[in-house]
T-cell receptor, first 111, second 116 residues
Framework: QKEVEQNSGPLSVPEGAIASLNCTYSDRGSQSFFWYRQYSGKSPELIMSIYSNGDKEDGRFTAQLNKASQYVSLLIRDSQPSDSATYLCAVNRGSNYKLTFGKGTLLTVNP | GAVVSQHPSWVICKSGTSVKIECRSLDFQATTMFWYRQFPKQSLMLMATSNEGSKATYEQGVEKDKFLINHASLTLSTLTVTSAHPEDSSFYIC????????????FGPGTRLTVL
């Protein structure tokens, strides 16, 4: 089983819709969870971080964490064409501070 | 806040030469920085963990003598690709760890290396 799994997509949604991105992880000792956005040819940009169970909202973005089920999700409300990118789920497993990344989900928002 | 810069943003060099890439945390101190490499349409690959004042820790399969890392201060880490070859052509990205208030990594804009 891969350590961090994401659907590779592509996920295609119409402009204004809600995009839902999912991620599962295998290590129950994982401490913190991140969503990064990466445009083609660019470096990852931090979108959301979440450290405890439940929902965390920031503007149009909501991160959800369920440690019992070992999944973390990202909801993007009112999706815009500028949201079209690859979304990387990353998990920090503990004291060595390293992040384990999923392979990313390619999101396309159609005008 | 939490801005990380890299220099240069792109570099073209001849095979056999060495290239140095700088990674700076501009508005915070980073005791730990990370170096990644990304080939086109592939995932990020962690190359090494750079700790201020100590030797870097390299991931399995990464040649430490080829990819020299120096973390001389709390805001600067450098990656030197020695005797570069065309297969080293890639997108090199650093990240810096901001420990407080919540442990988070912020990425630099990346350096695109092309070896002719």
């Amino acid at each position: 089983q891969k350590e961090v799994e994401q659907n590779s997509g592509p996920l295609s949604v119409p402009e204004g819709a809600i995009a839902s991105l999912n991620c599962t992880y295998s290590d129950r000792g994982s401490q913190s969870f991140f969503w990064y956005r990466q445009y083609s040819g660019k470096s990852p940009e931090l979108i959301m971080s979440i450290y405890s169970n439940g929902d965390k909202e920031d503007g149009r973005f909501t991160a959800q964490l369920n440690k019992a089920s070992q999944y973390v999700s990202l909801l993007i409300r009112d999706s815009q064409p500028s949201d079209s990118a690859t979304y990387l789920c990353a998990v920090n497993r503990g004291s060595n501070y390293k992040l384990t990344f999923g392979k990313g989900t390619l999101l396309t928002v159609n005008p | 806040g939490a801005v990380v810069s890299q220099h240069p943003s792109w570099v073209i060099c001849k095979s056999g030469t060495s290239v140095k890439i700088e990674c700076r945390s501009l508005d915070f101190q980073a005791t730990t920085m990370f170096w990644y490499r990304q080939f086109p349409k592939q995932s990020l690959m962690l190359m090494a963990t750079s700790n201020e004042g100590s030797k870097a820790t390299y991931e399995q399969g990464v040649e430490k003598d080829k990819f020299l890392i120096n973390h001389a201060s709390l805001t600067l880490s450098t990656l030197t690709v020695t005797s570069a070859h065309p297969e080293d052509s890639s997108f090199y990205i650093c990240s810096a760890r901001l420990a407080e208030p919540l442990d988070t990594q912020y990425f630099g804009p990346g350096t695109r290396l092309t070896v002719l």
